[in-house]
């Protein structure tokens, strides 16, 4: 099974920019979609953008033209620029991976192995 971790997180003022990473192993990455998801405090868990085998990306409205998902296959990362970023951006951010090769943000009962976590704060 894959095994998930990321990195990358921290605090950042209202219109900056950060780059999450989420290191890959156990598995070749080429076999899994994979996602992004962000859990807010007392709120439910949201997907933000997957990332297919054939590399098509998906995006929520609430983080399209600002965020972009990627993946570095040789590198056995995937990635999550985000930029423009607002107090509605404040999470803990999860990668998530799906052992097919479509899958979607929109939903999260297909993906199999998540990691733990990085905590995204915007502030104002």
């Known amino acids: 099974q894959v095994h998930l971790a990321e990195s990358g997180g921290g605090s950042v003022q209202a219109g900056g920019s950060l780059r999450l990473s989420c290191a890959i192993s156990?598995?070749?990455?080429?076999?899994?979609?994979m996602a992004w998801f962000r859990q807010a405090p007392g709120k439910a868990r949201e997907g933000v953008a997957d990332?297919?085998?054939?590399?098509?990306?998906n995006y929520a409205d609430s983080v399209k033209g600002r965020f972009t998902i990627s993946k570095d296959n040789a590198k056995m990362t995937l990635y999550l620029q985000m930029d423009s970023l607002n107090a509605e951006d404040n999470a803990m951010y999860y990668c998530?991976?799906?052992?097919?090769?479509?899958?979607?943000?929109?939903?999260?009962?297909?993906?199999?192995?998540w990691g733990r976590g990085t905590q995204v704060t915007v502030s104002s």
């Open positions: 156990g598995h070749d990455v080429n076999d899994y979609c």
């Open positions: 990332i297919r085998t054939d590399g098509r990306t």
């Open positions: 998530a991976a799906d052992p097919h090769a479509v899958c979607s943000y929109t939903y999260d009962y297909s993906f199999v192995s």
